[in-house]
């Protein structure tokens, strides 16, 4: 883990990513995660409310991804927002 903080850190330094994936990156190495509240309707159903579901994942992607794989209906993201 040590080289790849160093890694980090040099990548930063030298221009090569920015902070917000630096941040990213450690966040991950450190299995940090997240609250998502994601918000959906199901597209293969009569069901054309929207729904919601609170998600633990380290990015919005993962927390759609994670909804996704819980249902066997694809689903229409509507919005997702980080919880505080």
Same mark, same amino acid.
């Given at each position: 883990?040590?080289?790849?903080?160093?890694?980090?850190?040099?990548?930063?330094? =030298?221009?090569?990513?920015?902070?917000?994936?630096?941040?990213?990156?450690?966040?991950?190495?450190?299995?940090?995660?997240?609250?998502?509240? +994601?918000?959906?309707?199901?597209?293969?159903?009569?069901?054309?409310?929207?729904?919601?579901?609170?998600?633990?994942?380290?990015?919005?992607?993962?927390?759609?991804?994670?909804?996704?794989? =819980?249902?066997?209906?694809?689903?229409?993201?509507?919005?997702?927002?980080? +919880?505080?």
């Amino acid at each position: 883990m040590k080289n790849e903080i160093i890694k980090i850190a040099d990548d930063l330094r =030298n221009g090569a990513i920015d902070t917000k994936t630096a941040q990213t990156l450690l966040l991950g190495l450190f299995s940090v995660s997240k609250r998502f509240l +994601v918000t959906y309707r199901y597209t293969n159903r009569t069901d054309a409310a929207l729904h919601e579901d609170e998600i633990e994942a380290r990015n919005c992607v993962e927390a759609c991804n994670k909804v996704c794989s =819980n249902y066997n209906y694809e689903v229409e993201w509507h919005t997702v927002k980080e +919880v505080s």
